[in-house]
């Protein structure tokens, strides 16, 4: 049979599926494959969590006098849902995937623009971001062929230690450090908690950080009483920025330890660490910054910072969850907080991840700078300004923030409430670890926002995959909903009490 009667007899038996369909499939286990071409993906947006076959490779791999195979193609009893830019070019895809094995292939009807217009529009990216399919690939291979432990001394060993100090020097490279500096931890949590609780020093003294830090910086630092370290908070401005004058009124001879956090992950309001990190120095003090929310989106310098201590965090740059680094300043004493075989010099024991510090290496490697985020970012404040006038109130710095950060309070409305009558947008009121309370956000309390105001406030935060049709949609989705003639259905903070 000719490749044109394969792939006929392939397309005759493909029950295609409506994107709700798909979506629905993809919860429970298909894989999402994606054959737009590289300049439809970048004009487009990106699929997050997609595996991306080029169409040329898939052409090749239906020549059987080629002896070219995919790589995914031993996965035969899994669905695959294929995306392409217009629904006939989909269902070709799909038959060829058919006719090379996978028999489960399928493709959704209307394509790619059918299924953007499906799926929520995810706004949400400070929470979490999906996992780049690079970053994924990278580190599929240290699950299965190279399963070895990094610290055994025979020949299954080789590839992931190779591998593991190839990471290392990646995630050093994010932040102009040296790999001998970085300590690979399970998460930004575990790395807060290492700097903060693993300072080395007397019995008593405190420790300086602020309102708005993340919970695991306040959590560790109270984790600490018990041994007579206390805490003092310094206040925030109206934009939710540290004083370098308070900071530095607040040092003094039993100061251990300062914590400010790069950029907040509410607000996106970028703090000034390099002039609070030289304050600490010239006192002698030990500088931590979480940069979980600035690592690989905004250019980061260990040194020109003049931090001592930086956390990393891989599933808000594109690697998975699960997957930490703390960065240690040669010199600095710090004593672990899990023991075991030493691992990381030292400094966290237990066999290092190599799969997953090869999707944090990966990740470092292919981040880029958010410039395009902060068009969208700014063009998605003005539509809402545009759509209702007198009503949004921006929160935290009006330039000095993460480049797809937007919070605003928007007048008459929880924040919360508007969401829930808006499903077509998935997006948050603050902080994910303290979604669901029914409070004002503690950062804009701290920050001087009213209660009513805090309440409503919305968090929209963008990423890499984010349009600009998106954005338009997604103020658009927000107007309406608050203009339109059934706002009954939500509720107001007048009408909460």
Same mark, same amino acid.
């Given at each position: 049979?000719?490749?044109?009667?394969?792939?006929?007899?392939?397309?005759?038996?493909?029950?295609?599926?409506?994107?709700?369909?798909?979506?629905?499939?993809?919860?429970?286990?298909?894989?999402?494959?994606?054959?737009?071409?590289?300049?439809?993906?970048?004009?487009?947006?990106?699929?997050?969590?997609?595996?991306?076959?080029?169409?040329?490779?898939?052409?090749?791999?239906?020549? @059987?006098?080629?002896?070219?195979?995919?790589?995914?193609?031993?996965?035969?009893?899994? @669905?695959?849902?294929?995306?392409?830019?217009?629904? /006939?070019?989909?269902?070709?895809?799909?038959?060829?995937?058919?006719?090379?094995?996978?028999?489960?292939?399928?493709?959704?009807?209307? *394509?790619?623009?059918?299924?953007?217009?499906?799926?929520?529009?995810?706004?949400?990216?400070?929470?979490?971001?999906?996992?780049?399919?690079?970053?994924?690939?990278?580190?599929?291979?240290?699950?299965?062929?190279?399963? *070895?432990?990094?610290?055994?001394?025979?020949?299954?060993?080789?590839? %992931?230690?190779?591998?593991?100090?190839?990471?290392?020097?990646?995630?050093?490279?994010?932040?102009?450090?040296? @790999?001998?500096?970085?300590?690979?931890?399970?998460?930004?949590?575990?790395?807060?908690?290492?700097?903060?609780?693993?300072?080395? $020093?007397?019995?008593? *003294?405190?420790?300086?950080?602020?309102?708005?830090?993340?919970?695991?910086?306040?959590?560790?630092?109270?984790?600490?009483?018990?041994? $007579?370290?206390?805490?003092?908070?310094? %206040?925030?401005?109206?934009?939710?920025?540290?004083?370098?004058?308070?900071?530095?009124?607040?040092?003094?001879?039993?100061?251990?330890?300062?914590?400010?956090?790069?950029?907040?992950?509410?607000?996106?309001?970028?703090?000034?660490?390099?002039?609070?990190?030289?304050?600490?120095?010239?006192?002698?003090?030990?500088?931590?910054?979480?940069?979980?929310?600035?690592?690989?989106?905004?250019?980061?310098?260990?040194?020109?910072?003049?931090?001592?201590?930086?956390?990393?965090?891989?599933?808000?740059?594109?690697?998975?969850?699960?997957?930490?680094?703390?960065?240690?300043?040669?010199?600095?004493?710090?004593?672990?907080?899990?023991?075991?075989?030493?691992?990381?010099?030292?400094?966290?024991?237990?066999?290092?991840?190599?799969?997953?510090?090869?999707?944090?290496?990966?990740?470092?490697?292919?981040?880029? %700078?958010? /410039?395009?985020?902060?068009?969208?970012?700014?063009?998605?404040?003005?539509?809402?300004?545009?759509?209702?006038?007198?009503?949004?109130?921006?929160?935290?710095?009006?330039?000095?923030?993460?480049? $797809?950060?937007?919070?605003?309070?928007?007048?008459?409305?929880?924040?919360?409430?508007?969401?829930?009558?808006?499903?077509?947008?998935?997006?948050?009121?603050?902080?994910?670890?303290?979604?669901?309370?029914?409070?004002?956000?503690?950062?804009?309390?701290?920050? *001087?926002? %009213?209660?009513?105001?805090?309440?409503?406030?919305?968090?929209?935060?963008?990423?890499?995959?984010?349009?600009?049709?998106?954005?338009?949609?997604?103020?658009?989705?927000?107007?309406?909903?608050?203009?339109?003639?059934?706002?009954?259905?939500?509720?107001?903070?007048?009408?909460?009490?």
């Amino acid at each position: 049979m000719s490749i044109d009667d394969v792939l006929a007899v392939a397309r005759a038996g493909l029950r295609r599926l409506t994107p709700a369909e798909a979506a629905e499939a993809t919860r429970n286990g298909a894989r999402l494959v994606d054959i737009r071409t590289q300049l439809q993906r970048q004009t487009d947006g990106e699929l997050p969590g997609a595996i991306v076959i080029e169409r040329n490779d898939l052409e090749r791999c239906l020549d @059987p006098t080629s002896g070219e195979r995919l790589p995914e193609a031993t996965e035969k009893d899994i @669905p695959w849902i294929v995306i392409c830019d217009q629904g /006939d070019s989909s269902s070709l895809a799909a038959a060829s995937l058919r006719a090379i094995g996978l028999r489960n292939a399928t493709d959704v009807i209307g *394509g790619f623009q059918a299924w953007k217009q499906a799926r929520p529009i995810y706004l949400d990216h400070n929470a979490t971001t999906p996992v780049d399919p690079r970053v994924l690939q990278a580190a599929l291979p240290y699950l299965t062929q190279h399963f *070895g432990n990094p610290s055994s001394s025979h020949a299954y060993a080789a590839e %992931p230690h190779r591998a593991l100090e190839r990471s290392r020097t990646q995630v050093a490279d994010l932040i102009g450090a040296r @790999p001998e500096e970085i300590v690979f931890t399970a998460g930004g949590s575990e790395a807060d908690t290492l700097a903060i609780c693993g300072l080395r $020093g007397r019995r008593g *003294g405190t420790i300086v950080t602020q309102p708005t830090e993340h919970p695991a910086v306040l959590q560790a630092c109270r984790s600490l009483e018990d041994q $007579g370290i206390t805490t003092t908070y310094l %206040p925030v401005d109206e934009y939710g920025r540290v004083s370098p004058d308070d900071l530095e009124a607040a040092l003094d001879e039993r100061t251990l330890l300062v914590s400010i956090m790069h950029a907040n992950s509410e607000t996106g309001t970028i703090q000034p660490i390099r002039e609070l990190a030289a304050i600490a120095r010239r006192h002698g003090v030990v500088f931590h910054t979480d940069a979980a929310q600035t690592a690989g989106k905004i250019p980061i310098d260990v040194d020109e910072l003049g931090v001592d201590l930086l956390t990393v965090v891989g599933h808000k740059m594109y690697a998975p969850k699960g997957i930490g680094a703390l960065y240690v300043r040669a010199g600095t004493q710090l004593r672990p907080i899990i023991h075991g075989g030493g691992q990381e010099g030292g400094l966290r024991s237990g066999t290092e991840n190599v799969a997953l510090a090869v999707a944090l290496g990966t990740a470092a490697e292919l981040a880029r %700078p958010g /410039d395009d985020l902060v068009r969208l970012r700014d063009l998605l404040q003005h539509e809402l300004e545009r759509l209702l006038p007198g009503r949004v109130h921006l929160n935290g710095h009006p330039t000095d923030r993460l480049p $797809g950060t937007l919070n605003v309070s928007i007048d008459g409305i929880r924040g919360r409430d508007l969401l829930a009558a808006v499903p077509e947008i998935a997006a948050s009121t603050g902080s994910a670890c303290h979604e669901g309370a029914d409070t004002p956000s503690a950062v804009l309390s701290a920050m *001087g926002v %009213p209660p009513e105001r805090a309440l409503g406030a919305l968090r929209l935060t963008l990423g890499r995959s984010t349009t600009e049709h998106e954005i338009r949609r997604a103020a658009k989705l927000l107007a309406e909903r608050l203009t339109s003639s059934s706002r009954a259905a939500v509720t107001t903070p007048q009408e909460a009490r």
